[in-house]
């Protein structure tokens, strides 16, 4: 006799569990109280912030700078320029504000107490990456005026405003708007992605300042010294395919394409070829980052140590 | 009830705590004894399901620590020996923040903080700074927190170190006025004196393995084969103690420099009277008749070696 075997079901993630996922991990996770501190962190001074405040007193006074910089460049200076700049903040910026962020509670030894609370990992890790990712929203938020002011009054390649400009060849491509808006999408993901990075060393390092090291060690190579090596062999595929996900060459191939009349005639994907692909990678950067991180902060102080001992023979 | 079964924790070849196993009523204030590395940490962070036993359980209220940890640590206040307190937030928001985790209803948030605030004396503190309280401040806020989801078993490793006396005697006070309260407390300590005087139960644990364990009296008593006896007199202190030597149920006569005879008696309460009553009638004048109490402290000593692994 045959026995017929029922077609595997599918189940669909509910949009329930998603809802409720949603709550727990986001609306409702009691780790929250780390956006306050954070506030409290780096953005207040007072007793024993000494530090903390003069770093606050040189970004504002660096910030001021920028702006003054623009103000007198109008019309001259192109968007894309601030979005380098950003995405380069954004490098340093996201393993200043994320490396402590779990290596810390263990220094601070306040770690078990949250292991031992009714908590899940995934609670932790994530209340610590919305804390951070509220330091990297103000980053943006501050470079975002400057980017929408030169937007408006860049004169590069036409007598009107840059992104008003569509050439009779791009006819069905992308306007510079949606350009632009990619660009800050590669350097936000981009920034998101190293918050998840730093916070996956921080939930694996016993110490802080471990775990920065590690993280711009990384970021270094990753970013500037592998991608130097690609450049100095010469060109081929491989190497254009690995720069391709380099945020900086991403943002600046977007804006070639923009500014190139020839690569729209021949590139029917547009500006999305570059900027797309970059998006997603990010975004999947992050996610394996976090889960990753979720999965390792398990161990409790003194439990277990970055590198397991092999147990002796 | 806290049902502790054969609990072992190994690593690699060493074993920090073996086989230890005890029962705790609600009310009881268990006093854990042990020298540094004895296995007392390790035995509370298996309780507080930070460690994962290499054998053996506990089961709290019909719980098991190792079938359903995240209930088991709702029902449990774990207060380690140091204190891990965020210093950036304000002692409300500190708990606000636990209660959150406790999943405390948010309607009754605010009366659950007022509550612990003042049971730990701390209300007067509610808007401050947690890096600005005191050591003694920052432990109570410790302990504070581990009452917010009103716990049925609360761990307190080493709750007393680096207070100041004052600080001391406050945070025994409030450990009493937990066991009275119905919650089963284990205190870990190596300071004796400290955990005199509030714990009904002890637990003596050297080189991860309980030597005694039971109401403290018992304990104490069943470590004393023999009592001292301190016999003062005004003069005549060779005879007497001649006198003593040969009466019934004293094992062992030594003479102090400052002209004091202790005496290790084996006999009852009534032989006891006896000795006093034939001193008095060979006509000694005895100025003190005193039986030593042992204490914790003795009965620690006399059953340990110090020896840690």
Not at chain 2, 94 to 121: C, G, Q, W
Not at chain 2, 293 to 307: M, P, R
Request: net charge neutral; aromatic share 8%; hydrophobic share 45%.
């Amino acid at each position: 006799m045959v026995s017929l075997k029922s077609p595997p079901t599918i189940n669909p993630i509910e949009p329930s569990r998603v809802r409720e996922l949603w709550r727990k991990l986001v609306v409702e996770n009691p780790m929250t109280i780390e956006i306050t501190r954070f506030r409290r962190h780096f953005l207040e001074g007072g007793r024993g912030k000494s530090v903390n405040s003069m770093i606050l007193v040189v970004a504002i006074i660096a910030y001021a700078g920028l702006l003054l910089v623009i103000a007198n460049v109008s019309g001259d200076f192109p968007p894309v320029g601030l979005i380098f700049i950003q995405t380069g903040v954004f490098a340093l910026l996201a393993p200043a504000i994320a490396y402590s962020s779990i290596a810390g509670e263990r220094e601070r030894r306040s770690w078990d107490l949250l292991l031992a609370a009714p908590i899940t990992h995934a609670q932790i890790v994530m209340g610590k990456f919305l804390a951070c990712l509220a330091g990297l929203a103000t980053a943006f938020g501050l470079f975002l005026v400057p980017t929408l002011f030169t937007a408006l009054t860049y004169r590069g390649i036409s007598s009107g405003s840059y992104y008003d400009y569509v050439s009779p060849q791009a006819q069905g491509a992308l306007p510079g708007w949606r350009a632009l808006i990619e660009q800050e999408l590669v350097s936000i993901t981009f920034g998101m992605a190293v918050i998840a990075f730093t916070l996956f060393f921080s939930a694996r390092c016993r110490r802080s300042l471990m775990a920065l090291g590690v993280t711009l060690t990384s970021l270094f190579l990753g970013l500037l010294a592998i991608p130097s090596l690609l450049m100095a062999v010469g060109e081929n595929d491989g190497r254009d395919l690995l720069l391709t996900f380099h945020p900086m060459f991403a943002i600046n191939r977007i804006e070639e394409y923009q500014q190139s009349w020839t690569a729209r005639s021949f590139d029917p994907l547009g500006p999305s070829w570059y900027g797309v692909p970059q998006i997603l990678l990010n975004l999947g950067i992050t996610a394996m980052f976090l889960f990753w991180a979720h999965k390792t902060v398990n161990f409790a102080d003194g439990d277990k140590k970055f590198i397991p001992v092999k147990p002796s023979a | 009830m806290l049902d502790v079964r054969n609990l072992r924790k190994e690593y690699g070849p060493l074993t920090a705590v073996n086989n230890i196993s005890f029962t705790l009523q609600p009310g009881d204030v268990l006093g854990f004894i042990g020298s540094n590395g004895a296995g007392k940490t390790t035995t509370i962070r298996m309780l507080a399901t930070l460690l994962e036993p290499t054998s053996g359980t506990a089961v709290l209220n019909g719980v098991d620590i190792l079938g359903n940890p995240m209930l088991i640590r709702r029902m449990i206040g774990y207060m380690p020996d140091f204190f891990g307190l965020y210093d950036d937030v304000k002692v409300w928001e500190y708990l606000d923040f636990f209660a959150t985790i406790y999943s405390v209803p948010k309607k009754h948030r605010n009366e659950v903080i007022e509550n612990v605030l003042e049971m730990t004396d701390l209300t007067i503190k509610r808007e401050a700074m947690v890096q600005s309280l005191s050591r003694g401040m920052q432990q109570r806020l410790c302990l504070a927190r581990c009452l917010v989801h009103d716990p049925s078993l609360l761990l307190l490793d080493e709750p007393a170190s680096g207070l100041d006396p004052r600080a001391r005697a406050e945070l025994k006070e409030l450990i009493s006025e937990l066991g009275r309260m119905g919650k089963i407390v284990i205190v870990s300590s190596h300071i004796l004196p400290e955990l005199a005087g509030f714990c009904n139960m002890v637990g003596i644990i050297e080189k991860g393995q309980i030597l005694a364990f039971g109401p403290v009296d018992q304990v104490v008593k069943g470590m004393q084969s023999a009592r001292m006896i301190r016999v003062r007199l005004m003069s005549d202190v060779d005879a007497a103690a001649g006198l003593i030597c040969d009466h019934e149920g004293v094992l062992h006569v030594e003479r102090a420099h400052d002209g004091e005879i202790r005496v290790e008696f084996a006999g009852d309460a009534i032989q006891q009277a006896d000795l006093l009553e034939d001193l008095i009638k060979a006509g000694h004048r005895v100025i003190g008749f005193s039986e030593e109490q042992a204490d914790l402290e003795d009965v620690f000593l006399k059953l340990t070696t110090g020896a840690v692994q």
